[in-house]
Antibody
Framework: QVQLQESGPGLVKPSQTLSLTCTVSGGSISSGSYYWTWIRQPAGKGLEWIGHIYTSGRTNFNPSLKSRVIISQDTSKNQFSLRLISVTAADTAVYYC????????????WGQGSLVAVSS | QSALTQPASVSGSPGQSITISCTGTSSDVGGFDYVSWYQQHPGKAPKLIIS???KRPSGVSDRFSGSKSGNTASLTISGLQAEDEADYYCNSFTSSSTYVFGTGTKVTVL
């Protein structure tokens, strides 16, 4: 059974870069049929799809965040990462990594979530 | 892309059935049979309960069922139980090859 675990700083200063890593166990991120995905949830609010990376390295992002998001992968470590640049308080949220099934599209495995606060 | 529209809250008594709607557009919900539903208990990660409009993953109770008509998808919970009290989110694939979540619905078991 695949498991995902987020890691990274819990506090980021405004205008700086938020960086998170998702470590995958019980399955390889190099195997096809999955999108490795980032999703976030501000406190008391709904879920927001941030973007994903496919095995080939192809990425796709939420249009509202596209200019500030980078998603990359390190297949040797079985990890994928999120970088969100020029953060503001509005980026404070719980960030989840998830495995996205390509067909049919769905997020079938999730990490426990990582709270990131943006504050000086 | 705009969030899909869900009712903020739905409630029901134990044993009853409730339905949660998820309304989008022809560019998302109406354009593809790729609506999924997630259950989220407080402080926990979401859990997939329905994919491809109406398919239940292994291990998910058959009290959960999904359907779609036009630009609106629906999740029905039959035989409501106390453990069903949670937040529920729909999600759809879009014509831009992105994904959009619903606004979320809080289910209360009276």
């Amino acid at each position: 059974q695949v498991q995902l675990q987020e890691s990274g700083p819990g506090l980021v200063k405004p205008s700086q870069t938020l960086s998170l890593t998702c470590t995958v166990s019980g399955g390889s991120i190099s195997s096809g049929s999955y999108y490795w995905t980032w999703i976030r949830q501000p406190a008391g609010k709904g879920l927001e799809w941030i973007g994903h990376i496919y095995t080939s390295g192809r990425t796709n992002f939420n249009p509202s965040l596209k200019s500030r998001v980078i998603i990359s992968q390190d297949t040797s470590k079985n990890q994928f990462s999120l970088r969100l640049i020029s953060v503001t308080a509005a980026d404070t949220a719980v960030y989840y990594c998830a495995r996205g099934v390509v067909i049919p599209p769905a997020f079938d495995s999730w990490g426990q979530g990582s709270l990131v606060a943006v504050s000086s | 892309q705009s969030a899909l529209t869900q009712p903020a809250s739905v409630s029901g008594s134990p044993g009853q059935s409730i339905t949660i709607s998820c309304t989008g557009t022809s560019s998302d919900v109406g354009g593809f049979d790729y609506v999924s539903w997630y259950q989220q208990h407080p402080g926990k990660a979401p859990k997939l309960i329905i994919s491809a409009v109406s398919k239940r993953p292994s291990g998910v109770s058959d009290r959960f069922s999904g359907s779609k008509s036009g630009n609106t998808a629906s999740l029905t919970i039959s035989g409501l139980q106390a453990e069903d009290e949670a937040d529920y989110y729909c999600n759809s694939f879009t014509s831009s090859s992105t994904y959009v979540f619903g606004t979320g619905t809080k289910v209360t078991v009276l």
